[in-house]
């Protein structure tokens, strides 16, 4: 994973413009309401779901691939006075003496991993650092042919924001296009300044399908437990916007 929008130079910016998904954090602060393991978070960031679930009183590592994201985690932490284990590593090869009773993909992390074989290669891995009774939870986008249809690389309005040490209003405007041979996602987030100023952020994502996910996980010893259609825990249907699963080991 190598866009820049997850590293050094913008990770500064992420939480100005990126948000997450609606109830995310809730949903995993009810789901380990009373849960006793130790929970990785693969993908942390900057600790948006982090630093709830460490308020909570929850034993979480975060994991991320930059290691600026983690920075600004470990500030915030700071900040909360809550103490936060870190680790700058790949999902796909991270090694790690500890075994987890959950292990969290948050915020569509695995749609950065592109290839089948490093998808299984980094389910595998997750795997052995599983607890034989824990469980894995992620979540995906659930690709709309609506939303793939307007996928026109042309520029949109997308909000107005204030950024620190910055005078004025940045506005910003999105683009994205479809591959649909190559399944992936292409989007740019263009970054205006009150001097006229304009910088661009390129994000790529692989989308996935939802029983492509079920047969990625079946490969590598998963079994499905419960598959949502939101993180209201609603079923997943034709117009769901997320496939979120929880799964265990066989």
């Known amino acids: 994973m190598t866009e820049e929008i997850y590293h050094n130079k913008f990770a500064p910016l992420y939480d100005f413009f990126q948000h997450g ?29 982090t630093i709830p679930l460490l308020k909570q009183g929850l034993d979480v590592t975060a994991l991320d691939i930059a290691p600026k994201m983690l920075e600004i985690l470990k ?3 700071k900040k909360e006075d809550i103490k936060v284990k870190t680790i700058h590593a790949d999902m796909i090869n991270f090694r790690l003496k500890n075994k ?30 599983l607890m034989p009774n824990g469980i894995l939870i992620f979540d995906a986008y659930n690709p709309s042919l609506k939303y793939i249809s307007k996928g026109d ?44 100023r304009k910088e661009i952020i ?8 939802r029983f492509e996910i079920e047969h990625l996980l079946n490969r590598t010893g998963f079994k499905v437990k419960n598959l949502y259609g939101s993180f209201n825990k609603s079923p997943f249907k034709n117009d769901s916007t997320e496939i979120i699963c929880i799964a265990s080991r066989r």
Not at 108 to 124: C, P
Not at 161 to 182: E, H, Q, T, W
Request: proline share 3%; net charge positive.
């Open 21 to 49: 998904i609606e109830n995310d954090v809730k949903f995993y602060l009810d789901y380990f309401g009373n849960f006793k393991g130790k929970i990785l978070e693969i993908g942390a960031g900057t600790g948006r779901i």
């Open 75 to 77: 500030e915030k932490a």
């Open 100 to 129: 987890f009773e959950a292990i969290i993909i948050t915020f569509r992390t695995f749609q950065h991993i592109y290839s089948v074989n490093d998808q299984l290669k980094a389910l595998k891995n997750i795997k052995k650092h």
């Open 153 to 196: 690389w042309q520029w949109h309005e997308d909000k107005i924001i204030n950024l620190p040490d910055i005078k004025g209003k940045v506005k910003i405007d999105y683009r994205n296009r479809y591959d649909m041979a190559k399944q992936m996602m292409y989007h740019e987030f263009r970054f205006t300044y009150p001097d006229g």
């Open 202 to 209: 390129p994000l790529k994502m692989r989308f996935f399908f």
